[in-house]
Nanobody, 122 residues
Framework: QVLLVESGGGSVQAGGSLRLSCAVF????????MAWFRQAPGKEREGVAF???????SYADSVKGRFTISQDNAKNTLYLHMNSLKPEDTAMYYC????????????????WGQGTQVTVSS
């Protein structure tokens, strides 16, 4: 069993920065691919960033160059560094984990955190 706990959300003005954290509790953190998703009101959940077991990363086009996903295996913690935030980044952000997701698609991830709200004002 894997438990994910996000933190670090908040309110920020456009152009600002935030760092989200996802603490992972359970067995075999290094055996899971990790990702960040977000969901805005009235919209579907979308993949934001993905980090595979080998450390390779991928990003949604909308956040490339602005967001960075990273992890600290010693602390069992996943991060999402968000820079140059825009009002359209406003959403609930979720971290997710799975041993073999294969792609940044929500239906492929079996473990989810409760989410942390990010609000960007113009």
């Amino acid at each position: 069993q894997v438990l994910l706990v996000e933190s670090g959300g908040g309110s920020v003005q456009a152009g600002g920065s935030l760092r989200l954290s996802c603490a992972v509790f359970g067995y075999g953190y290094s055996s899971y691919s990790m990702a960040w998703f977000r969901q805005a009101p009235g919209k579907e959940r979308e993949g934001v960033a993905f980090i595979d077991i080998d450390g390779s990363t991928s990003y949604a086009d909308s956040v490339k160059g602005r967001f960075t996903i990273s992890q600290d295996n010693a602390k069992n913690t996943l991060y999402l560094h968000m820079n140059s935030l825009k009002p359209e980044d406003t959403a609930m952000y979720y971290c997710a984990a799975d041993p073999t997701p294969g792609a940044l698609t929500s239906s492929l991830f079996g473990y989810w955190g409760q989410g942390t709200q990010v609000t960007v004002s113009s």
